[in-house]
DNA sequence: CCAAGTGAGTTGATTTAATTAACTAAGTAT
DNA sequence: ATACTTAGTTAATTAAATCAACTCACTTGG
């Protein structure tokens, strides 16, 4: 967690969040559903319990996961994703259409509901409102450091 | 490296080739140009020259990296992306533009060439020739595992 | 021609992170 | 009352990453 890279970079920040052993599955697997304690542990396996239960901390601290006690006395928790969370859905979404297109072994694709094709991920620029080649998007610096909060 | 992750899903198994501490970031920096060990080390401000020349080597062997001799005696190796290797672009696309939404400090952002409007990543159905709203898409498994090689 | 500097690493020691294993505490089911 | 489940915590061990120093081949400056 704490500033492991110090990169000025997008990536390199998000990573500092989300790029620790385990943190991307754990976001992963409540977003599809699995939302309490032994649910997640079992659903991982393979990761220990003192681990999810440091990832969960850290995660809620970092603000994308929000937890709710289903019952006190023994607390139990119910974990969620917060609107933050949830939008790593893409990133997800990335790493299964690589998986997809470059892993010996695939287990899933990404398709669409009503026809069942597999559907791919575009670059949509919501100002001339198409779908635009990567090779015309490039990352630019912002000037307005200091986003959200 | 070696399988971490046991799961039977492509996130999981992604992870096990690029989720290695650095690892996407490498990559990132081959990908934006730096083709050299050293360039590498000094654009990645922080990692060890031992780090970075296990990663290369262990991105070599997972076929998303080559590596081109320009110096024999000594040998200096230049290194560039394979094709699985620059398909990634979307998995940091996808993350840096999660920065730009939900990071307190953010550097980049995706923009239009033409137009300089922000882009924004959509799931494209080929087959409908229309992108779809990510509530209509759905992960499902598939059968024909063992795909390319 | 000799010293200092650069590129591309390797080796070994230390520190940090992750894994394994055992344990607790409250409550439920048999 | 005993065993089992949930949701963890604590301590010990092992694996991974960082830090620091060193090598080796060549290049440049004096």
Redesign the pocket.
């Known amino acids: ?2 500033e ?1 890279y110090k990169l000025p970079c997008n990536i390199a920040q998000t990573l500092n969040i989300v790029g ?3 943190t991307l599955l754990i976001l992963h697997d409540i977003l599809v559903g699995n939302e ?4 997640l ?2 659903s991982l396996d ?9 990832r ?2 850290h995660l809620e601290e970092a603000g994308l996961v929000a ?1 709710s006690v ?10 969620t994703l917060t609107d933050s969370g949830r939008e790593l859905e893409l990133v997800f979404d990335a790493l299964l259409v690589w998986g997809r297109n470059n892993l010996d072994i695939c287990y899933k694709q990404l398709v669409h509901n009503e026809c069942q094709h597999e559907v791919e991920l575009q670059h949509y620029c919501p100002s001339c409102k198409t779908n635009v080649d990567r090779a015309d998007v490039s990352p630019v610096p912002v000037e307005e450091h200091q986003l959200n909060k």
């Open positions: 967690m704490k492991r620790d052993r385990w309490t304690f032994n649910e542990k079992k393979g990761i220990s319990a003192n681990l999810l239960s440091d969960l901390k937890s289903y019952s006190k006395h023994p607390p139990r928790y119910q974990y």
